[in-house]
T-cell receptor, first 109, second 111 residues
Framework: KNEVEQSPQNLTAQEGEFITINCSYS?????LHWLQQHPGGGIVSLFM???GKKKHGRLIATINIQEKHSSLHITASHPRDSAVYIC???????????FGTGTSLTVIP | DTGVSQNPRHKITKRGQNVTFRCDPI?????LYWYRQTLGQGPEFLTY????????KSRLLSDRFSAERPKGSFSTLEIQRTEQGDSAMYLC?????????FGPGTRLLVL
């Protein structure tokens, strides 16, 4: 079993829809990251969270430490949001990072 | 462009050959990470440096893999006696205070 599980694996949405991607983890963490990976392979860090909620533009990330769960929300989705979204956690004990397998999002105009 | 560069961007090699990849992090970043990513999977952690010290190594990093960061700036990842299973994207990331900035990756194909 992976230390980080994401759902759904694939997601197709119409432009303008509200999108939620979920991440659950099983290890103690010091921080959780949401990453965006475009088809060319480049990875961009979206958020780093250790508690609560962060917002950047149309993106919102939340984390519940007790439930070991995080969500990434995209409001008013747009085709340029199409990418793979990856959840990663940094272990509490050191500098190990564990990654989910990603959620492939396609936003249709 | 995040400011992290990796070279080469692509490498094709024959099984059994040695390969070396280079990562140049953002200059003031003291932390540097190497990851491996295969198709359809998330990145897998390989190793981590703080300055020139290699502080963490994944069990994925077999004895054929070695990484260095001799002066605490650029880093190299060497794979000796490459195997077909080493074919993957090798990603480097650097950070100063937590957020990681990823390089474009080196895509390795072992024939």
């Amino acid at each position: 079993k992976n230390e980080v599980e994401q759902s759904p694996q694939n997601l197709t949405a119409q432009e303008g829809e509200f999108i939620t991607i979920n991440c659950s983890y099983s290890v103690g963490i010091s921080a959780l990251h949401w990453l965006q990976q475009h088809p060319g392979g480049g990875i961009v860090s979206l958020f780093m969270l250790s508690s609560g909620k962060k917002k950047h533009g149309r993106l919102i990330a939340t984390i519940n430490i007790q439930e070991k769960h995080s969500s990434l929300h995209i409001t008013a989705s747009h085709p340029r949001d199409s990418a793979v979204y990856i959840c990663a956690v940094r272990s509490k004990t050191g500098n190990q990072f564990y990654f989910g397998t990603g959620t492939s999002l396609t936003v249709i105009p | 462009d995040t400011g992290v560069s990796q070279n080469p961007r692509h490498k094709i090699t024959k099984r059994g050959q040695n390969v070396t990849f280079r990562c140049d992090p953002i200059s003031e970043h003291n932390r540097l990470y190497w990851y491996r990513q295969t198709l359809g999977q998330g990145p897998e952690f390989l190793t981590y440096f703080q300055n020139e010290a290699q502080l963490e190594k994944s069990r994925l990093l077999s004895d054929r893999f070695s990484a260095e960061r001799p002066k605490g700036s650029f880093s190299t990842l060497e794979i000796q006696r490459t195997e077909q299973g080493d074919s993957a994207m090798y990603l480097c990331a650097s950070s100063l205070s937590g957020t990681q900035y990823f390089g474009p990756g080196t895509r390795l194909l072992v024939l």
